[in-house]
């Protein structure tokens, strides 16, 4: 196949072994990162030979990165985000020296990616991430203690409130300004090592709380690959990130983004969304979800997409327990799935 499936790990602290993952059919790269070293500073080269040999040792290859964290200096654009760039470029040629191919990393501030819920439980007993918009409305991230799932357990009550006022004074378009510093520097550095960075857009695609957030749409896609205009400014087009906002068309999105040769990374999972805006996770199937995940993987194959594939966020099934949306069983589920895709729609191409 001309793509390349790949599984997260989260290094040995991860209950999933490496020996598993090889057991997947097809599988053959591993996405995961120096996990104990705070964001803003070097990776020991020891970490990355260590990683590169324990995949080695099962068969596989790390070869891309999720994520280099970009730390909040550079995003709000503070003294010492100089600085911390050249120790992101640092990061990069270190990884690139271990064989690494393509870096994720997203320009979200304050928070990754946003849930109300991370085990809400489904008719047939299974439990998925999900967001509704009636457990969000009326939350003040000033006022209240909120405590939302995937925030940042390592900050204060006070350091969120700073940091939420730092950014809604930066607004939209100083993070671009900050963003725009940060990719001038790092593509560069990127191309020269034989890097692909891809950026993973916000999730969900708007602002919450009144945070600024702009990796959210096409136009907003458009603008940040423009900045540089070079391959290694590439996408992580995750399918659920952008899916669960309606004004998102994604297999428009894809189409648009393969045939410029502009996506690094898929990550593909479907969602369901709802009236009001709210969407749970759910099975990678088409018919799982709102989002055609067959006409998806059929664009990507009949462009001869040959990046990086993985099946992002399964529900928890067959009893088992772990880090949420990061289960074996139903992530191996998607990557069978997805592969039987690509290998009937790659082989439909050729003949
Ligand atoms: C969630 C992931 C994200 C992603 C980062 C990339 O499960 O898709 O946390 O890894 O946003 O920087």
Redesign the pocket.
């Known amino acids: 196949m001309n793509m390349k499936m790949s599984f997260r790990w989260y290094g040995e602290s991860d209950p999933i072994s490496l020996k598993y993952i090889s057991q997947i059919p097809g599988m053959r790269s591993i996405v995961s990162a120096v996990y104990d070293v705070a964001p803003g500073q070097v990776w020991p080269e020891e970490s990355l030979a260590k990683l590169k040999s324990q995949c080695e040792d099962n068969g596989l290859i790390f070869d891309v990165v999720?994520?280099i964290p970009v730390h909040e200096d550079i995003k709000l654009g503070r003294e010492n985000a100089d600085a911390l760039i050249d120790v992101y470029c640092e990061n990069i040629r270190r990884c690139a020296k271990y064989g690494v191919k393509c870096i994720?990393?997203?320009f979200?501030p304050v928070f990754?990616?946003t849930r109300t819920q991370l085990d809400k439980e489904a008719k047939d007993g299974s439990t998925s991430l999900v967001m509704y918009m009636d457990q969000l409305k009326g939350l003040n991230p000033l006022t209240d203690d909120i405590d939302l799932p995937g925030w940042d357990a390592s900050y204060t009550k006070d350091e969120i409130r700073d940091l939420i006022t730092a950014y809604g004074q930066l607004g939209e378009d100083g993070l671009w300004k900050n963003l725009e510093k940060f990719l001038k520097k790092t593509i560069p550095i990127a191309e020269e090592c034989g890097v692909r960075m891809a950026i993973?857009p916000d999730?969900p695609p708007y602002s919450i709380f009144g945070i600024p957030r702009i990796i959210t749409c096409e136009e907003n896609l458009d603008r940040m690959l423009a900045i540089v205009d070079s391959p290694a400014n590439s996408l992580c087009l995750?399918t659920g990130s952008l899916g669960c906002a309606s004004f998102n068309n994604i297999p428009a999105l894809v189409e648009k983004y393969v045939k410029k040769d502009r996506i690094g990374f898929m990550?593909i999972r479907n969602v369901l969304l709802m009236e009001d805006g709210s969407f749970e996770e759910t099975a990678h199937l088409s018919s799982c979800g709102s989002l055609d995940i067959a006409n998806i993987v059929k664009i990507l194959a009949q462009n001869g997409f040959e990046g990086y594939v993985r099946p992002?966020?399964g529900r928890m099934i067959w009893g088992e327990s772990g880090k949420p949306?990061y289960g074996l069983f139903d992530r191996a589920l998607g990557a069978a799935y997805i592969n039987g895709l690509f290998e009937a729609y790659e082989k439909e191409g050729k003949k």
């Open positions: 999720e994520s994720t990393y997203n979200m990754d990616w993973h999730d995750c990550h992002d966020h949306g």
